[in-house]
């Protein structure tokens, strides 16, 4: 069972573009969450998603940021416009249902330059 | 707003020393707390999961406790190894968000 897989692993953008994170969860896992690590910070939540639906966004910053977890595919954290403090580590997680073990994947580690 | 704290920040033992990481955490209305190990560049490791029933889980070398009342948890690593290097994170699930994350406790084994 492969687990929770997330693409690019490095992304470089520009002040200013997008950038489209993408997580796959683990086989059988409904429940995908987005968290960020800001260098020498702890990690933060950011967004719990099940299939179609936000279940909690409390940690989403307002504006420029946005997740989606289509009923086909992966789920995608998408961020507008990007700035230099958006340089950071995010890591997806999945889990069966919600109150479950969360497994983490190798984190996408975002550079704006 | 729940806050989680772990101390020591860092930690450095020679191999095969016995050490705690103590996990403290503000709102004791839980519904779990992780264990994760994370290495340098690397993703999390999930350790072991704790349900708010619970007093302890172990695996392996690992036994971690949790006494919910007091906002604590401890995690044991036996016969400490030098694999065992790495920062050790404590998290809380306490609603219908996600983990809440102390900033962890940075290991170092020396061999």
Redesign the interface.
């Known amino acids: 069972n492969a687990g929770v897989m997330q693409n690019p692993r490095h992304l470089v953008r520009r002040r200013g573009q997008e950038a489209r994170l993408r997580c796959s969860p683990m086989k059988g896992h409904s429940h995908v969450?987005w968290?960020r690590q800001l260098p020498e910070?702890?990690?933060?939540?950011?967004?719990?998603l099940q299939k179609e639906n936000i279940?909690?966004e409390?940690?989403m910053p307002k504006e420029r940021f946005s997740a989606e977890f289509p009923k086909e595919g992966p789920s995608i954290l998408r961020i507008q416009q990007v700035v230099r403090g958006d340089s950071a580590a995010y890591?997806c997680?999945s889990s069966p249902q919600?109150?479950y073990?969360?497994?983490?994947?190798?984190?996408t580690r975002l550079t704006v330059t | 707003k729940q806050e989680v704290t772990q101390i020591p920040a860092a930690l450095s033992v020679p191999e095969g020393e016995n050490l705690v990481l103590n996990c403290s955490f503000t709102d004791s209305a839980i519904?779990?707390l992780?264990w994760?190990r994370q290495d340098p560049g690397?993703?999390?490791?999930?350790l072991l999961?704790i349900q708010s029933s619970q007093r302890e889980q172990t695996s392996g070398r690992l036994n971690a406790s949790l006494d919910k009342s007091s906002g604590r948890s401890t995690l044991y690593i036996a016969a400490s190894q030098p694999g065992d290097s790495a920062t050790y994170?404590c998290?809380v699930?306490g609603g219908?968000?996600?983990?809440?994350?102390?900033?962890?406790t940075h290991l170092i084994i020396q061999p």
């Not at chain 1, 910070?41 to 719990?48: D, P, R, T």
């Not at chain 2, 219908?96 to 962890?104: E, N, P, Q, V």
């Open positions: 969450y968290y910070e702890g990690l933060k939540f950011m967004v719990y279940i909690d409390s940690g890591f997680a919600g109150d073990e969360q497994y983490f994947g190798p984190g | 519904y779990n992780q994760f690397k993703g999390l490791t999930s999961l994170l998290a699930r219908a968000d996600g983990l809440t994350f102390g900033k962890g």
